[in-house]
């Protein structure tokens, strides 16, 4: 079957702009993740979602982040007001349930801040 | 914050040899995972090992796992110009199964 998506693939922003990122998870998966890759910090978790539980927003980085999770299954990473260090990859990863399986991750959008 | 690291950072070797990758982490886990990426993008799932298992195979793949020292290893078996990527070890704690990730080691494989 399909595996995680994610759109765009590469996005270029200007600093101070907003940026919508979307992920499509593996179809039945009921956990999905936002983590984000950068030089300078590595792979960083930013939020989860599981079911229709409330999301557990402990890495987003500061209150500019926000993520929703649409029906249970789209979710969008929304960044406000872009700063040049949000520049990184942008990755997101599904699993059938949230508690100890694998996760699968989709290719990541690549956001560069100007 | 990281909490695995993988060591070495860097590792080159010739196509054929084995490739032995180490994973150090500092607080209990669910279980531990490996990947690979290739070029930066998104990373593919090699092997997930649990707490309370000490070995794994997969293929060409041998995970080890030690919880009284923190650590597991991945072995690379008769290794191929294609296993060329980055590896990375990620810690699972269980409480919403968020990964941890080490740095990441970058081996190449000569052909």
């Known amino acids: 079957g399909a595996g995680v998506s994610q759109s765009p693939s590469n996005k270029v922003t200007e600093k101070g702009k907003d940026v919508e990122l979307r992920c499509d998870p593996i179809s039945g998966h009921t956990a999905l993740y936002w983590y984000r890759q950068s030089l300078g910090q590595g792979l960083e978790f930013l939020i989860y979602?599981?079911?229709?539980?409330?999301?557990?927003k402990s890495g987003l980085p500061s209150d500019r982040f926000s993520a929703e999770r649409t029906g249970g299954s789209v979710s969008t990473l929304t960044i406000q007001r872009t700063q040049q260090e949000d520049s990184a990859v942008y990755l997101c990863?599904?699993?059938?349930?949230?508690?100890?399986?694998?996760?699968?991750f989709g290719p990541g959008t690549r956001l560069t801040v100007t | 914050s990281q909490q695995g690291e993988e060591d070495p950072q860097a590792l080159s070797i010739q196509e054929g040899e084995n490739a032995t990758m180490n994973c150090s982490y500092k607080t209990s886990i669910n279980n531990l995972q490996w990947y690979r990426q290739n070029s930066g993008r998104g990373l593919v799932h090699l092997i997930l090992?649990?707490?309370?298992?000490r070995e794994k195979h997969s293929g060409r793949l041998r995970v080890t796992l030690d919880t009284s020292k923190k650590s597991s290893s991945l072995l690379i078996t008769a290794s191929r110009a294609a296993d060329t990527a980055s590896y990375f070890c990620?810690?699972?704690?269980?409480?919403?199964?968020?990964?941890?990730f080490g740095k990441g080691i970058t081996l190449s494989v000569r052909p």
């Open positions: 090992i649990r707490s309370n298992e």
């Open positions: 990863a599904s699993s059938l349930v949230g508690g100890g399986y694998e996760q699968y």
């Open positions: 990620a810690t699972d704690g269980g409480a919403n199964s968020k990964l941890t």
């Open positions: 979602f599981q079911g229709n539980s409330a999301p557990d």
